[in-house]
């Protein structure tokens, strides 16, 4: 019956090494996952806070350029008139 012991003992033991070297494991892959997608996100940040940037910037030209537009339209057309007569 001692031997029946035995075996156990070490068939349990070499079950719990071997589980805990995987969790062991699976412990480390996760970190350097999660390193990796806090990086991630750090540049989808900064990418969103450019095209926030960009997009401000459009905003607040967007009146002047059309005002220009607008000023280079009439003076297109008079231009035009002008060339048409002579």
Do not use: D, Q
């Not at 969790?23 to 540049?43: Q, S």
């Not at 005002?67 to 008139?81: D, P």
């Amino acid at each position: 019956m001692e031997n029946a012991f035995e075996i156990l003992v070490i068939v349990l033991s070499t079950f719990l090494a071997i589980f805990l070297l995987l969790g062991i494991i699976f412990t480390i892959i996760l970190i350097k996952l999660a390193k990796k997608m806090t990086a991630v996100m750090e540049k989808t940040e900064e990418a969103v806070n450019n095209v926030e940037t960009a997009t401000s910037f459009l905003k607040n030209a967007a009146g002047p350029l059309a005002a220009g537009k607008v000023i280079m339209n009439i003076f297109e057309l008079f231009t035009n008139n002008k060339k048409g007569r002579g």
